[in-house]
């Protein structure tokens, strides 16, 4: 398990330099599989920088702690997106400038763009707000991501879920792209969005998207 919290931590070290985290803000979570099944999460309060192997808190699905930091408060979303999603391998969680910004109009991201298919529907929705780290938020979370990768949180900020590390990283980069893409449109006007048969054809064709084995 050493060489998977090595990952954790130089990915969330990632999210820093590609400009979707500050300071302490967020966290990231890698799902563990084997015999102590359960997942790996940043702690609570650390900058990442700072970070070493034995920070990493192991969290079995049951919500019990093992290690020698907190986790992170939002802990909670982590462990009910691994139960409800069997093939989750990562969780990414940003306070990103653009997403954010968007959260706190709670507002939902239309089809303005066929790169809203990327995450699984015609559009992202924005969950609930909920206090952080609260089985509320979670709730709100689990609602809001049916049939989707990623979602904003209300007055809150990001969350994706990626195969794995890399995945979740990239995804969170194309994430907080369209946000800032959609926050620019509005500047100068109402986005032509759209319509529902155009989505369905892009969503039909993100089915076989990207390089194939």
């Not at 563990?32 to 359960?38: F, I, M, Y």
């Not at 990623?150 to 979740?168: F, S």
Request: charged letters at 20%.
């Amino acid at each position: 398990m050493l060489e998977l919290r090595q990952r954790l931590i130089a990915t969330a070290r990632r999210m820093s330099a590609v400009g979707l985290n500050r300071g302490t803000a967020g966290n990231l979570s890698v799902r563990v599989v084997g015999a102590a099944e359960g997942f790996l999460i940043t702690p609570t309060g650390m900058d990442y920088d700072a970070l070493e192997a034995e920070d990493i808190v192991f969290m079995r699905l049951d919500g019990t702690p093992e290690g020698r930091r907190k986790p992170s408060s939002e802990w909670r979303f982590h462990r009910d997106l691994y139960l409800a999603r069997p093939a989750a391998g990562a969780i990414l969680h940003a306070h990103s400038p653009f997403a954010t910004s968007l959260a706190c109009l709670r507002r939902d991201i239309p089809p303005f763009h066929y790169m809203i298919a990327r995450f699984g529907g015609d559009s992202l929705r924005c969950a609930d707000y909920a206090t952080f780290g609260t089985q509320a938020l979670s709730d709100a979370v689990l609602r809001a991501i049916v049939e989707r990768c990623a979602c904003l949180l209300g007055n809150h900020g990001m969350l994706v879920i990626g195969d794995d590390l890399e995945q979740a990283l990239a995804l969170g980069v194309e994430l907080e792209t369209l946000c800032e893409q959609y926050w620019r449109a509005c500047q100068l006007g109402r986005p032509v969005l759209l319509d529902t048969a155009e989505m369905a054809t892009v969503l039909s064709k993100f089915a076989s998207y990207g390089q194939q084995a």
